[in-house]
């Protein structure tokens, strides 16, 4: 089985996303899976730029001479696509709607029809497999979640993927800067890698594992309050 972690987070390893991921990948390197990371931000990847000259000549590479192709080809053959981010604008970070959008290749060119929708039917060098969302954002609502959310419950309908499981930390800045000895925070590390034994025991990650993931780590007064405080060290 192979894995590819797609991070489309610009702080890299460092940030919070990766800092909540963490304990979900190293889980998959304990079980012995296959799994690459990809950090978006090491890549160049130009925006798609709505030529179809991948369509029109059935070729899986764009001509683009960019980084997209480094990844391109381990993406379309992974079992488990794992796509973290943090949110940004209340939507996908843009590098990261660029790789999905230079996915292109993955099409025929010609109409079809797939789950009661037209669609370019998927090339079969394409593995659609199972899609996991591990994401951050910096508000204390889950609702920050909810566009992505409705977007990937859209998109892996076209690309005839399935939706294994989400870990969502909302008010991120709470879990990174925690005692980690915090029963929360304890918590919420254990469902990283009970959801990583989940997804490869039997496919997918249980609702029980994803409401401990996202549990609430302080009521919302006392976040904005904490926050605030947090802040005024970088007020100048
Ligand atoms: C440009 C930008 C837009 C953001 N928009 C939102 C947002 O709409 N909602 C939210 O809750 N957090 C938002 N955030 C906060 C980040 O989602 C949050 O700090 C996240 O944990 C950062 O992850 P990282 O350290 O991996 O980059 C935004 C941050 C940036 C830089």
Redo the contacts with the bound molecule.
Sequence with gaps: MKVAIING???KN?????LFADSFIKELFNLRVETKIFHLYDFSINNCLGCYNCLLNKKLDCFQEDDMNNIFFEYIKADIKVFVF?????FLPSIFKNFLDRLFPVFDPWLGMNNGLTMHPLKEEFFPGKIVLIS????W?MS?FDIVLNYFNNYIKYMGQELSGSLL??H??AFRYSDKNNDKIKNIIQAGEKGAKELIDSGEISQETEKEASQEIMPREDYIKWFNDFYKQFDK
Excluded: D
């Design positions: 987070s610009p702080n460092k940030g919070n996303t990766f943090p949110i940004h604008s209340l951050s954002c910096g508000y609502e920050n930390r909302p991120a800045l």
